[in-house]
């Protein structure tokens, strides 16, 4: 996936008034991270808003019990930080590979708001957006929803946003270990083999080291009830 070398590209910048482009490209600043780096943590209080502009990165919870619950796979064009009012973080964030930000003052980014109220929209689409995505993970772990079904659906979509076509079918590219894909389903890792080896022997995934493929994308989404769930 092209990821983009300034901050110029990203979306949010739409029909927003030249000063105010110009502001937030002067004001903020670019910052690269190694994979496996927090850029929050639950209660930090963090001064910042990271924009990604290349990379991947995990939102995720921790249980009681200390477990990691994915919430969210975030790419280019996302915004980390769960606030824009408020420094201290409900989330963590870590960089699933290296990541490129471009991140901004709080406190700055209200006052463009302020002066040109179309950055305010953008901000409050994107926020709607990611809320829906959010209903969307709340579905799928109701006990209703079959582990095979809901690992599929979450895979089919990991596919379409990072996904790239090889000679086996669509590569998720991103590096899936069971622990991981035991992180995101909410599920014990046993459990989480099990599922996996289930839907490689249907066919519908093929797994080579930390890499999976999905041979058929139509197919895949067919299983976890035809209209995809996000």
Request: overall charge positive.
């Amino acid at each position: 996936m092209e990821n983009y070398t300034d901050a110029s590209q990203l979306w949010i910048l739409d029909n927003l008034k030249p000063n105010t482009v110009n502001q937030f490209l002067q004001l903020g600043q670019t910052s690269s991270h190694p994979k496996g780096h927090l850029i929050l943590r639950v209660r930090e209080r963090r001064p910042d808003i990271f924009f990604i502009l290349g990379g991947k990165v995990q939102i995720y919870t921790l249980t009681k019990c200390g477990k990691k619950k994915i919430l969210f796979i975030l790419g280019k064009n996302n915004i980390v930080n769960d606030s824009f009012l408020y420094d201290s973080n409900a989330v963590y964030c870590e960089t699933l590979e290296t990541c490129h930000f471009h991140q901004i003052h709080r406190e700055t980014l209200l006052a463009l708001m302020e002066k040109d109220f179309q950055l305010t929209k953008n901000l409050f689409a994107y926020q709607e957006w990611k809320l829906s995505r959010l209903e969307h993970q709340l579905k799928n772990t109701v006990g209703s929803i079959y582990l095979e079904r809901r690992l599929a659906a979450k895979l089919w979509k990991l596919a379409r946003d990072f996904g790239r076509p090889t000679d086996k079918g669509t590569l998720i590219d991103m590096d899936l270990t069971v622990t991981f894909l035991a992180d995101l389903l909410g599920a014990p890792r046993e459990t989480t083999s099990r599922v996996c080896k289930k839907l490689a022997d249907q066919g519908l995934i093929y797994m080579q080291k930390k890499k999976i493929y999905i041979p058929d994308m139509e197919r895949m989404a067919k299983f976890h009830n035809k209209s995809p769930i996000l």
